[in-house]
Protein backbone atom coordinates (compact mmCIF):
# COMPACT_ATOMS: atom_id res chain seq x y z
CA UNK A 1 0.00 0.00 0.00
CA UNK A 2 3.14 2.12 0.90
CA UNK A 3 4.57 1.40 -2.18
CA UNK A 4 2.61 0.30 -4.53
CA UNK A 5 4.78 0.49 -7.43
CA UNK A 6 7.22 -1.70 -6.51
CA UNK A 7 7.75 -5.54 -5.30
CA UNK A 8 7.18 -6.13 -1.89
CA UNK A 9 8.51 -9.36 -0.17
CA UNK A 10 7.04 -10.41 3.43
CA UNK A 11 9.90 -12.77 4.83
CA UNK A 12 8.08 -14.11 8.06
CA UNK A 13 8.49 -17.13 10.14
CA UNK A 14 5.64 -19.39 10.97
CA UNK A 15 5.14 -18.82 14.53
CA UNK A 16 5.31 -14.89 13.48
CA UNK A 17 2.89 -15.69 10.27
CA UNK A 18 0.35 -17.02 12.71
CA UNK A 19 0.38 -14.23 14.65
CA UNK A 20 -0.82 -12.49 11.86
CA UNK A 21 -2.87 -14.48 9.47
CA UNK A 22 -5.92 -12.50 9.66
CA UNK A 23 -3.80 -9.75 7.11
CA UNK A 24 -4.16 -12.38 4.45
CA UNK A 25 -7.48 -10.83 4.33
CA UNK A 26 -6.10 -7.67 3.75
CA UNK A 27 -4.16 -9.22 1.26
CA UNK A 28 -6.72 -10.36 -0.57
CA UNK A 29 -9.46 -7.42 -0.18
CA UNK A 30 -6.84 -4.58 -0.77
CA UNK A 31 -5.81 -6.74 -4.07
CA UNK A 32 -2.07 -6.38 -3.17
CA UNK A 33 0.74 -8.41 -5.47
CA UNK A 34 2.29 -9.04 -1.78
CA UNK A 35 5.37 -11.90 -1.94
CA UNK A 36 5.62 -13.74 1.49
CA UNK A 37 8.58 -16.34 1.75
CA UNK A 38 7.34 -18.08 5.21
CA UNK A 39 10.57 -20.19 6.77
CA UNK A 40 8.35 -22.77 8.69
CA UNK A 41 10.49 -24.49 11.25
CA UNK A 42 7.75 -25.70 13.80
CA UNK A 43 8.98 -23.10 16.34
CA UNK A 44 8.44 -19.71 17.92
CA UNK A 45 12.11 -19.51 16.49
CA UNK A 46 13.29 -16.35 18.18
CA UNK A 47 12.28 -17.61 21.83
CA UNK A 48 13.28 -21.02 21.15
CA UNK A 49 16.37 -19.22 20.55
CA UNK A 50 16.56 -17.20 23.59
CA UNK A 51 15.80 -20.66 25.93
CA UNK A 52 18.53 -22.11 23.91
CA UNK A 53 21.20 -19.41 24.15
CA UNK A 54 20.15 -17.56 27.22
CA UNK A 55 18.02 -19.60 29.76
CA UNK A 56 19.69 -22.94 29.78
CA UNK A 57 17.98 -24.60 27.14
CA UNK A 58 15.15 -24.86 29.28
CA UNK A 59 12.45 -24.88 26.35
CA UNK A 60 8.99 -23.66 27.28
CA UNK A 61 5.71 -23.20 24.51
CA UNK A 62 7.98 -22.85 21.70
CA UNK A 63 6.82 -26.61 19.26
CA UNK A 64 4.22 -25.35 16.55
CA UNK A 65 4.16 -29.01 15.08
CA UNK A 66 -0.15 -28.45 15.03
CA UNK A 67 0.64 -25.90 12.29
CA UNK A 68 -2.00 -25.74 9.50
CA UNK A 69 -1.24 -27.11 5.87
CA UNK A 70 -0.30 -23.25 5.35
CA UNK A 71 -0.89 -23.64 0.70
CA UNK A 72 -4.82 -24.21 1.75
CA UNK A 73 -4.97 -21.41 4.30
CA UNK A 74 -3.45 -19.40 1.08
CA UNK A 75 -5.49 -20.75 -1.07
CA UNK A 76 -8.76 -19.85 1.02
CA UNK A 77 -7.85 -16.22 0.31
CA UNK A 78 -7.29 -16.89 -3.24
CA UNK A 79 -3.32 -16.88 -2.85
CA UNK A 80 -1.32 -19.28 -4.46
CA UNK A 81 1.70 -20.75 -3.96
CA UNK A 82 4.29 -23.63 -3.32
CA UNK A 83 6.12 -25.49 -0.63
CA UNK A 84 10.03 -26.28 -0.31
CA UNK A 85 11.53 -28.60 1.39
CA UNK A 86 15.29 -28.76 -0.33
CA UNK A 87 17.72 -25.54 -0.75
CA UNK A 88 18.24 -26.97 -4.28
CA UNK A 89 14.61 -25.98 -4.81
CA UNK A 90 15.02 -22.18 -3.16
CA UNK A 91 15.81 -20.52 -6.52
CA UNK A 92 13.40 -21.72 -9.10
CA UNK A 93 10.72 -20.99 -6.21
CA UNK A 94 11.60 -17.61 -6.10
CA UNK A 95 11.72 -17.23 -9.71
CA UNK A 96 8.01 -17.99 -9.86
CA UNK A 97 7.22 -16.43 -6.80
CA UNK A 98 8.77 -13.13 -8.12
CA UNK A 99 7.30 -14.05 -11.57
CA UNK A 100 4.26 -14.13 -10.13
CA UNK A 101 0.71 -11.53 -10.59
CA UNK A 102 -0.84 -10.46 -7.48
CA UNK A 103 0.07 -12.06 -3.84
CA UNK A 104 2.24 -15.35 -3.58
CA UNK A 105 3.33 -17.40 -0.96
CA UNK A 106 6.28 -19.12 -0.72
CA UNK A 107 6.18 -21.86 2.02
CA UNK A 108 10.05 -22.89 3.45
CA UNK A 109 10.59 -25.39 5.26
CA UNK A 110 14.20 -25.15 7.40
CA UNK A 111 15.28 -27.21 10.24
CA UNK A 112 13.54 -26.79 13.76
CA UNK A 113 16.83 -25.74 15.16
CA UNK A 114 18.01 -22.92 12.08
CA UNK A 115 18.87 -19.62 14.44
CA UNK A 116 17.85 -16.35 13.46
CA UNK A 117 21.03 -13.38 13.35
CA UNK A 118 21.63 -10.96 14.73
CA UNK A 119 19.95 -11.24 17.51
CA UNK A 120 18.57 -8.69 20.13
CA UNK A 121 19.96 -10.47 23.55
CA UNK A 122 17.35 -10.07 26.49
CA UNK A 123 17.74 -6.63 28.13
CA UNK A 124 19.76 -5.09 25.14
CA UNK A 125 18.73 -2.27 23.05
CA UNK A 126 18.44 -2.87 19.47
CA UNK A 127 21.78 -1.11 18.90
CA UNK A 128 23.45 -3.94 20.46
CA UNK A 129 22.47 -6.65 18.67
CA UNK A 130 24.67 -9.99 18.32
CA UNK A 131 25.98 -10.96 15.48
CA UNK A 132 26.56 -14.88 16.21
CA UNK A 133 27.59 -16.24 19.71
CA UNK A 134 31.00 -18.48 20.10
Request: proline content about 6%; hydrophobic content about 40%.
Amino acid sequence: MARPNDTVICISGDGSFMMNVQELGTVKRKQLPLKIVLLDNQRLGMVRQWQQLFFQERYSETTLTDNPDFLTLASAFGIPGQHITRKDQVEAALDTMLSSQGPYLLHVSIDELENVWPLVPPGASNSEMLEKLS
